[in-house]
């Protein structure tokens, strides 16, 4: 059932256009707003402790945006998947591409953090463009859903990473080959592969994977997102500073605070429907109630 959805929805962003699809998701959006108490609580709690500042109702609007906009995620991947199309149909604009272009000829390698925040599907088909692309995923537990991503990112030909020990492995071997990398740097780790620093103020269980391969390898480092515009997507290449090579907790800080910064540009094009605080310090409150 999940794959028929799944490819039903990719099936109609196809024939929409962009805005269409957009729009369809927009409208769609309300409903779910109702109907998913779930999502709607998940989405709200997460902008209400991280933006405290914001009134209520505030809140609660940036909340209906975000599902809209991730829906909107869903409802664009039928044109960003379509082997017809090509990349530059969505791409407005591109930012600090030439610093990213000097950086990968060092031939050092390059890591690239790429948050939950606009498309990130978008980027993988600009960072395609490049020789020796590869991206780490999180497998999902559905191996027909895992297969159909697989098929469907296929079109950008980069090099697919499943995050595991030997995905460690292959990540490392492929800096070592002068090859580039994108991970969602925002992925919440299992327990015992990350630590506690902080997100907008909040303890938050961070992946130490992407500070550990930085801090090891010394290779350059940006920060990489496509941030939705009315048309398209402006595509943007940030390059890190050097605390990013600091000690593990210096350099997950640091990196955090940076994604912070990405994500105020339009909070509702973040991921807030994620659970990504539900791993919790010790003693603390559970912190979905």
């Known amino acids: 059932m999940k794959v028929f959805l799944f490819q039903a929805i990719l099936a109609l962003g196809r024939v929409l256009s962009l805005s269409a699809g957009r729009r369809f998701a927009s409208v769609f959006g309300w409903l779910f707003w109702l109907l998913s108490k779930k999502n709607k609580k998940i989405t709200l709690t997460n902008i209400r402790k991280c933006f405290p500042e914001k009134s209520e109702s505030h809140q609660k609007q940036l909340a209906k945006a975000c599902i809209n906009a991730t829906l909107m995620n869903f409802m664009e991947l039928g044109r960003i998947w379509d082997k017809n199309k090509s990349v530059d149909d969505l791409v407005d604009n591109i930012y600090g591409v030439e610093e990213f272009q000097s950086a990968l000829k060092q031939g050092k390698g390059l890591l690239l953090a790429a948050p939950h925040f606009g498309n990130w599907e978008v980027v993988n088909l600009v960072l395609a463009r490049f020789e020796k692309f590869a991206f780490l995923y999180k497998a999902p537990d559905d191996e027909k859903i895992e297969q159909l991503l697989i098929e469907s990112r296929g079109k950008s030909e980069a090099v697919q990473i499943e995050a595991s ?5 292959k990540i490392l071997l492929h800096l070592k080959d002068q090859g ?22 909040i303890p938050t269980y961070t992946m ?11 290779v350059p480092v940006f920060f990489v997102y496509a941030l939705r515009k009315a048309k398209g997507f402006d595509v943007y290449f940030e390059k890190s500073s050097d605390e990013i090579y600091s000690d593990v907790e210096r350099s997950a800080t640091y990196m955090n605070a940076h994604i912070q910064k990405i994500v105020d540009k339009a909070p509702e094009q973040y991921q807030w429907t994620y659970k990504r605080f539900s791993i919790q310090p010790e003693n603390e409150p559970p912190f979905y109630q």
Do not use: C, E, M
């Not at 020990?165 to 492995?169: C, I, N, R, T, W």
């Not at 130490?208 to 010394?218: D, E, G, I, R, W």
């Open 208 to 218: 130490t994977l992407f500070p550990k391969l930085a801090v090891k390898t010394q």
């Open 165 to 169: 020990p030997k995905g460690v492995k």
């Open 180 to 201: 580039f990398i994108a991970i969602l740097p925002d992925q919440r780790p299992k327990s015992g592969q990350g630590i506690f620093v902080p997100f907008y103020n």
